[in-house]
């Protein structure tokens, strides 16, 4: 399924703002529905990037 503008930009600030609320996992759901192959923005790569580590990197320990 390919996200039109509207729809990538509505999912982007859903991430921003469950990132914000440290509510990682969440963003990570959010995350995995948009295809990041078209993506061409590089911060908001670096920031989807960082998000997953920091899912990744906590574990079964992490509490959102």
């Known amino acids: 399924q ?3 503008k509207y729809e ?3 999912r982007v600030e859903e991430i921003n703002s469950l990132i914000r609320e440290f509510r990682y996992i969440e963003a990570a759901e959010v995350a995995d ?3 990041w192959r078209n993506v061409r923005n590089g911060k ?3 920031m989807v990037s ?8 906590e574990g ?3 509490h959102p």
Request: charged letters at 25%; proline letters at 0%.
């Open 2 to 4: 390919t996200l039109d």
């Open 8 to 10: 990538y930009k509505l």
């Open 33 to 35: 529905t948009i295809d």
């Open 44 to 46: 908001t790569l670096c």
């Open 50 to 57: 960082d998000l997953y580590k920091k899912v990744i990197s």
């Open 60 to 62: 079964s320990s992490f």
